[in-house]
Structure formats: structure tokens, C-alpha cells
DNA sequence: TCAAAATCTGTAATCGTTTACAAATAAAAA
DNA sequence: TTTTTATTTGTAAACGATTACAGATTTTGA
């Protein structure tokens, strides 16, 4: 059943049946109801595709995520989704479980013509496609990010977030501050990590090298590098983690150890997903606003897909340290940094 | 760039090039080096669109997840991406955030040729719609279903499964049992709710009404309906869960009431999510073979789309007992259902 | 050496919409 | 009434690939 077959029974051309579905303004009432009365009685469909091949236009965004498993994402993905729903946009995701290839892959989708526009919610390609792609197709990155490139990128200043999340212990009164990594090939590790030293040192701690220790991202690699940590000669009293995930490892492995959170070690952790809040004891840990990342990243693909002008290319927004009792603080207070 | 300006730079057909692309075998070796070579040069990416339109083939497969916060289903996702990228197809996702509505607009991209076919992990739709589509598109649904509906699927014995879960409470001991279910409308809260009262029917135990709560599968609802079931004159001895998430709430009332599991209160999980293991106490769930049903679920669907004959329409898949210590027994041993 | 078969390439139609343009009709202005 | 303008509809080309068919060339076998 295609669209001719619908203008014969109609007694109408096919170009009127396009218009009535596409453009019902230029179609007299009668003819609308005549047309529409067909379309619904023998339950026609316009062929999508043919559609999308003529006009060029998908109406779809394509969200690539590095793991969604990852509790964190979902509620970016929410944020991207309301906004692209109210525009009449369909969002489909892409999993890449954090491999590079599948990137890639996901990427052909929008030089094959897929997708409309594209939201990146991890950048592991070279800076070097990533430029060339956004130069021919509407694309953002979110949440991860990649120095000096020309994309435009919606985040949290992971630096000073990881910077302030340590001297929140350094101010408690710790000294001998470890830090668990994330996988040390992607930025958002390297700039907490960065973040972390800058505090220490600014408080002019000692950063011991063997109190850095890379982790996965798991729980279990958390409690792996925990134990390694607790093996040495003089442990830490405190750590900041990567992330929610693995900072309940790190606890898990204190408390598989005869330790106490927060009495014997305070945690830190990232993220501050939902587990994190119903953990026991609950984390301390820093709230990335997710839902807000994902609406200004829809926000920015729209401007690029209208050919709009963005007031900026780079938005930064404001992370959260949440208080919770893995550090032994009682204040309840909300410390604000960037 | 298209494959007409291919084909002149390199001073073939258009057919030609098309042949290099998809038919390599018929084209000579000569020729073949001459167009790859213009390809890489000029860095054509033939228009998948064009080519969908065509071919009517869009080698994209549609998964349609009704939450994919919920850690459940990752797995199930798995297993379904690992069939399909080994078959040549790309999976994309939809989220439907629980949403009718949503799920019937994915539904749509079906209807409209955007996808050789679809995976549903849920299943709110009313059954003579969703025949209806089955009819004509390949379909499976996973994980949930649908009492006498014509359509593959794959799943396990939800009443089985929530009758193994309640007996073994019962083998410990316990009489009063309380379950709290998922949301009603949802066949997976009523199958295992019908699972409950059978293992309570045929050991000759009292279903107290009080003593069945529907919750809304989140943690919190788990926690609250545990604070109404320890409000109760006489509150249950053992209570179980629809799912881990609402199971760990419930053990967070329990403590919150003074109350030690597996001591005081006896529960039992259903999913064998990831936390369920990392949680204190550690769940005694039922286990789904999740990565086994997406990949059923996909093989079902690639049968449909290449016309083979399946063997069976319905596959019904073991589910596990995971003894933890949420219960408190002894016995490490596990409990196979059906 | 020549016919038959196999291999390779080109021509042109096709997929189902949308839309520029033209034509026809109706409404408004003179 | 006639001219101008607005409204509505139809005609036909276009989008970029694939593929049936035919024709050209090469290889094979007798």
C-alpha cells in the first residue's frame, strides 16, 4: 500500500495525499477529510524511508553511550531525550561497552545519512576524526571531552570538582590521601586525577605514588586496589574514588579488612548515583548535574541541525559535593565548586 | 560526492561501483582496485538511506526496553547485540520510561520501515495490536509476555520461579510470608504473584491479603511497603520480593526498625542484579539467564527476517535460586525451577 | 579454429516520497 | 464586468542507490 494507491482511491493526486500528511495547510478542507478517510480505512503508513531518502532528514538523534549499565547515564540520557521529543526528534542509542570499534561503528551511522545529529556521551576516537566528523554533521560531546578539540561539549570541570572533593578531606583533617583512578586512557581520569594532585599539593601534602592506584571502573577492581592500598606499610586514612561504583568496593574491602568507614577511612566517591544514597553507610560524593548535561547537549545538537548560532561552543556546568557519612563530616553543608 | 561521481572518476558505471561495494565477487580484479581506490581518495561513504530504500533492507534491528535504569536488562541486551552484530545487524535502542505511549511510537519505526525487526522487553501494549504487527514484521518479545498472544517469545516460568522462591522459605521454616509484588498491570508481577500463593496453597499456609503489597519495583516502594508490612499486629516473618531493588529496601526498613536480616525477617530477592551480591546482607534471589535469553530472543528474530522455520514459537528458560544470606540458611546449594 | 560457456561491464528501470512549477478555479479589487 | 490576487490541485522530475537484462570480451573444450 503506497502512497499512489491511496491518491487513486482518493480520486486525488498523490501529490495531495503528500501534502495532506506533510503540509495539511495547503489542502481544502474537503479534500483533507477525503484523503484522511482513505488513509485511515485502509490503515496506510508512509514508507519512512523513502520519505527520509527524499527530504534528506531523519528526525532521529543517535546517543552513544561508552556503557549503559552505567547508572550514570540514564539520567543524561533522560535530559537529552525530553528536549528531543518536544522537537519532534526520536532519540535511538547506541551501546558501545566501551570499545572503540563500536564507536566507529556508530559513527558510520551518521556518514551514512541515519541520523540527523549525533550526542557523544564518550570520545576515545582520535581528536583528528572527531573534527572532520563535526565539521560535515551536527555532533556534541557530553560529559566526556577532549582538549583543545573544536566540538562542541557540555561537562563538568572535572579538575576543580576532583580538587574540591579532596581538600573536603584535607580539610577533615587527613594527611595520607590516596586516590583511585578511572582507566587512565580516558580524560575524565586524567583531569580528576589532576584535580587531586593540585589539592595536595597546594596543601603541601606528600603525594605518595603508591597511593595512586588505577582502577576499572567496577566495584571489584575498588576492592582490589583498596586491598593493595591496605596492604602497605603505612596506609592511607582517607580516599577519593573515581567513582560511586568502585568507592563501594573500596568500603566493601575496609569492611572485609576489620576497618571502619568512616572511623578508620573516609571515602569519597563520584557521581553520586542512586545506589550511592541507599549504600550503607552512604557516600559522600560529587553530583554531576546529569539531567542538565543531557538537556543543554540536545540544546546544542538543535542549534547546529537549524543552522542556529551557539552563544558558546563549551558549557561547563556546576558539580555538587554531596555530604553523606563515608567521611565522618557532620556538617550537612553542600559545598559548590567551579 | 555520490556513487555517480565515483563512477565517472573512475571511468566505470555507477553499476560497477555499486558491484564493487556489495557484490565484489562479480567484478574483476582490475577494475575492483580502480574504484576502491577513487573510494579511499575522494572518501565516498555510499548513502545508507539510498541504499535502504532500495534494498528494503535496513540491517537494523530495534530493542525496545522499558527502563534501561534498571539493571536487569543490560544483560539481556548483551546477549541480544552479540547475535546481531555476528549476523551483520546493528542494534539500536529504545527507551520507553515505562510509557505506553512511547513504546507505541518505537513501534511506529517499525510500521515505517526503519528497522528489519524488533525486540520488545516489554510488552504493555494490547495483544491484538501487537499480533497485528507480528503478522506482518519480524517481532519477538523477551523477557515479558502475554497470556495466549501468537507471538515468539522468550522467558522463564515466572510462576514456577516465584513458587521455588516461596517454598524455600517455607522449607526454612517459615509461615508467615508476605510478598510484595510489582506493579499489577504488569503479567510478571501477576505471574509471580500466582507463584506465591500457589507454594502457599499447597503447603496449607494462610494468604493474609495484608500480607501482599504491590510496589512500583523502586527501592523506595520496596522500604515503604516493608514499613506498612512491620506495622501489621502480627508482620510477617519472611517477606518476598518482586525484584532485588525493592528487596534491598525492604531491608533497609528492617534495620531502620531495629529489625536484623536474615535474624528477625527472612527475604528473598528476584533478578540476581549485580548489587544483589554486593549488597550486606547479600540477596537470596532468583536468577535469569539474561544473556541467554537475548540471545534466543535475537536468533527467534533473525529465523523470522530470513523466513526459516522455528522450531518453537514459546522458549521457556531455567531460572536459578541464588541462596545468599538473606535468609539465613546454611545450604550454599542451588535450587533449579522448572 | 570455432562454438559454447564463463566472466565482466554497461544501460536503464526502479524503489516511494516530496516539491518546483504550472494550471485551474475561486475570491477580491477595480 | 474585468483584472488581479489567492487558493487549491495536478504533472513530472528528482533523491542515490541496486539489479535485471543485454552486450562485449575472454576462456574453455572439441
Redo the contacts with the bound molecule.
Keep these: 500500500m503506497?502512497?499512489?494507491d491511496v491518491a487513486k482511491l482518493a480520486?486525488?493526486?498523490?501529490?495531495?495525499?503528500?501534502?495532506v500528511?506533510?503540509?495539511p495547510e495547503?489542502?481544502?478542507?474537503?479534500?483533507?477529510k477525503k484523503v484522511m478517510d482513505v488513509i485511515n480505512q485502509v490503515n496506510?503508513?508512509?514508507?519512512a524511508v523513502?520519505?527520509q531518502?527524499?527530504?534528506?532528514e531523519t528526525k532521529i538523534i543517535l546517543v552513544v553511550v561508552p556503557d549503559i549499565t552505567s547508572a550514570f547515564f540514564s539520567e543524561v540520557l533522560r535530559g537529552i531525550e525530553h528536549v528531543a521529543v518536544s522537537s519532534g526528534y526520536q532519540v535511538i542509542l547506541g551501546d558501545t561497552e566501551n570499545s572503540i570499534e563500536r564507536e566507529a561503528e556508530y559513527i558510520n551511522l551518521l556518514f551514512q545519512k541515519q541520523a540527523d545529529g549525533m550526542i557523544l556521551l564518550t570520545a576515545r576516537l582520535d581528536k583528528a576524526k572527531l573534527e572532520e566528523l563535526s565539521q560535515e554533521y551536527p555532533l556534541v560531546l557530553a560529559c566526556e571531552y577532549m582538549d583543545g578539540l573544536n566540538v562542541p561539549t557540555v561537562s563538568i570541570d572535572n579538575v576543580s570538582s576532583a580538587r574540591n572533593a579532596t581538600e573536603h578531606l584535607i580539610q577533615l583533617g587527613h594527611t595520607r590521601i590516596a586516590h583511585i583512578t578511572g582507566p587512565i586512557n580516558i580524560v575524565l581520569s586524567r583531569d580528576r586525577l589532576r584535580g587531586y594532585k593540585q589539592a595536595m599539593i597546594s596543601h603541601e601534602l606528600d603525594i605518595d605514588s603508591a597511593y595512586i592506584q588505577e582502577g576499572d571502573q567496577t566495584f571489584e577492581s575498588g576492592y582490589n586496589q583498596m586491598l593493595k592500598l591496605l596492604a602497605l606499610e603505612t596506609p592511607p586514612s582517607a580516599v577519593f574514588v573515581f567513582n560511586d561504583d568502585m568507592a563501594m568496593g573500596v568500603i566493601k574491602a575496609c569492611k572485609d579488612s576489620q576497618l571502619h568507614v568512616p572511623e578508620d577511612i573516609a571515602v569519597v566517591g563520584f557521581d553520586h548515583i542512586k545506589m550511592s544514597s541507599i549504600h550503607e553507610p552512604n557516600l559522600t560524593t560529587v553530583d554531576q548535574p546529569k539531567y542538565e548535561i543531557g538537556k543543554k547537549a540536545m540544546d546544542l545538537l538543535l542549534k547546529q541541525i537549524n543552522g542556529e548560532p551557539m552563544a558558546k561552543k563549551k558549557i561547563v556546568l556546576k558539580d555538587q559535593l554531596i555530604i553523606g557519612e563515608s567521611c565522618g563530616s557532620k556538617s550537612l553543608k553542600v559545598l559548590g565548586s567551579s
Aim: aromatic fraction near 6%; charge should be positive.
Design positions: 503506497k502512497m499512489t480520486n486525488v493526486s498523490p501529490a495531495t495525499v503528500s501534502r500528511l506533510s503540509h495547503l489542502v481544502s478542507k474537503e479534500t483533507k496506510y503508513k508512509p514508507n523513502a520519505r531518502f527524499r527530504t534528506k
